[in-house]
């Protein structure tokens, strides 16, 4: 990482504004090695997806918690504030989707904040403001591209120059699949043993890979990944099983992309996200973010896939069923989801872009 370019940001307000997309794990990440630095137990594989972002826009400086564009919808959204009763951590100031949030997601995203403060020898407050087009909580790795746009448009803003490695260590920190959301098209993140050797790096893929969302339910899950993958670690007997199963599971996946082999890599990544949900069931009390629809969904695609369409399916911490399969038969894999689950939005997703920043130093 490098150092602070100057100490601009501590007389001026700076704003930079970044826009990263979510990323669906193939070979999935679930349990860390090491909570507060977030170094996972095991290396995972990533798309990330096109349609699926997050816009933050960070302003540094005096100016930052009394501006005039404090981008909230309107009164009532305002006056709906998150009423967690965690107290306010500092003078930062958040608003997703047009509402302010004052408890864990601002300490959250405070103590993030933190970390770049720290990193630029800084100490002013911020103002964030995010848009997601990703349901807020709704297990599509919204904190993937929530982190990754956070930790590119607030350290720009902080005046820090990081590499894109140092990007990715960087968004780690925020959520530990922020770091992947840094790239566009597939990717792996390295687990490493500390800060510096935990990141994510692109995956050269020739296959033109998409997924398809088959949204259940777009509700805000019950449980929270951080929580449930600790409750997994700690007490599911089948999650030392799967972790060793994951670390052939990601040779197999390397090896399937490099040889172009959608079959392969398809099977591999849906019997690790199905290995993962068994020893989350397995965890006590059990993680269980299914719903009936989802098990709908996972028969469907096996279905479709039956049919002689090429359809994998995936899952994350939440009800929604991903397909995995090829641009070239993502509408037809879509359209025959559609036929079988009526009630269920089905989209296409193809390979998304790493983060952009859309504005230098103001
Ligand atoms: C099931 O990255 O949200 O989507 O590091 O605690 O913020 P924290 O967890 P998070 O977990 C994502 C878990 C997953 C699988 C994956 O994306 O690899």
């Known amino acids: 990482m490098t150092e602070p370019v100057d100490d601009r940001a501590t007389r001026h307000a700076r704003r930079a504004t970044a826009t990263a997309h979510a990323n669906i794990a193939l070979i999935k990440y679930w349990g860390k090695a090491d909570e507060r630095l977030i170094i996972p137990r095991s290396s995972s594989l990533s798309l990330t997806l096109d349609g699926l972002s997050t816009t933050t826009t960070v302003t540094f400086g005096n100016d930052a918690c009394d501006g005039a564009d404090n981008g909230v919808a309107d009164g009532a959204d305002a006056a709906a504030a998150d009423t967690d009763t965690v107290a306010p951590t500092s003078g930062d100031t958040l608003i997703i989707d047009g509402r302010r949030h004052e408890g864990t997601a601002l300490q959250r995203v405070a103590k993030f904040m ?5 990193m630029a020898g800084i100490d002013t407050p911020v103002r964030i403001v995010s848009r997601n087009t990703v349901p807020y909580g709704a297990g599509l790795a919204s904190s993937a591209s929530a982190f990754a746009a956070l930790a590119a448009a607030g350290s720009r803003a902080a005046g820090l120059d990081l590499s894109p490695r140092g990007l990715s260590r960087l968004a780690r920190r925020g959520s ?11 990717v792996q993140w390295h687990a490493g043993h500390d800060d510096e050797s935990s990141y994510a790096e692109p995956v050269p893929c020739a296959m033109d890979l998409a997924i398809i969302v088959i949204a259940v339910s777009t509700g805000q899950k019950k449980l929270s990944s951080r929580s449930g ?4 670690v700690d007490t599911s ?10 670390e052939r599971d990601m ?4 090896d399937a992309v490099a040889r172009q082999d959608l079959e392969k890599l398809g099977e591999v990544s849906e019997a690790n996200a199905l290995g993962m949900h068994a020893a989350m069931i ?8 299914w719903m009936p629809q989802t098990v709908a969904a996972l028969h469907a695609v096996e279905a479709v896939r039956t049919s002689g369409l090429p359809a994998w399916s995936t899952m994350d911490a939440g009800p929604n069923v991903k397909v995995l399969t090829d641009a070239g038969h993502a509408q037809r894999v879509a359209q025959a989801l559609r036929d079988r689950l009526p009630g269920c939005a089905v989209q296409v997703h193809r390979r998304g872009p790493g983060v952009v920043m859309e504005n230098g130093y103001e």
Do not use: H, K, N, Q
């Not at 933190?114 to 720290?118: G, K, P, T």
């Not at 530990?176 to 597939?186: H, I, K, Q, Y």
């Not at 040779?251 to 390397?254: G, K």
């Open 114 to 118: 933190d970390l770049v403060r720290r």
């Open 237 to 246: 007997p089948l999650y030392p099983a799967w972790i060793d199963a994951g």
């Open 282 to 289: 397995a965890a006590r009390p059990a993680v269980l973010y």
């Open 229 to 232: 993958m600790r409750r997994t």
């Open 176 to 186: 530990g699949s922020a770091c992947r959301s840094v790239f566009g098209g597939l």
């Open 251 to 254: 040779r197999e996946a390397l």
